[in-house]
Nanobody, 120 residues
Framework: QVQLVESGGGSVQAGGSLRLSCAASGFTFSRYCMAWFRQPPGKDRERVASIDPYGTTRYADSVKGRFTISRDNAKISLFLQMNSLNPEDTAMYYC??????????????WGQGTQVTVSS
């Protein structure tokens, strides 16, 4: 079965950096869209970034220039490098996959999430 396991969350001061990882299994990772979503406290879940099988990336306006999504098909892993973090980035971060080569923003599977907390 499809499994997505996030790691790398934690607490950091404003201006700091974190790198999230997502270990995937149970599907042909290299063929499909992968994405990171986040859900701040009391708010809706939003897509942060996505990457398709060809390496094309998309970012939410709020993270452009600060976050970088990448994938390593050999390691069957997805990453999110987050720099210049600010308190508004505080959220539960989720790894997700769409079983499609196109990233439409409607994932089929989700990880359990990893918490990121940024203090001012």
């Amino acid at each position: 079965q499809v499994q997505l396991v996030e790691s790398g969350g934690g607490s950091v001061q404003a201006g700091g950096s974190l790198r999230l990882s997502c270990a995937a299994s149970g599907f042909t990772f290299s063929r499909y869209c992968m994405a990171w979503f986040r859900q701040p406290p009391g708010k809706d879940r939003e897509r942060v970034a996505s990457i398709d099988p060809y390496g094309t990336t998309r970012y939410a306006d709020s993270v452009k220039g600060r976050f970088t999504i990448s994938r390593d098909n050999a390691k069957i892993s997805l990453f999110l490098q987050m720099n210049s973090l600010n308190p508004e980035d505080t959220a539960m971060y989720y790894c997700a996959t769409e079983l499609s080569s196109r990233c439409s923003g409607r994932p089929d599977y989700w990880g359990q999430g990893t918490q990121v907390t940024v203090s001012s």
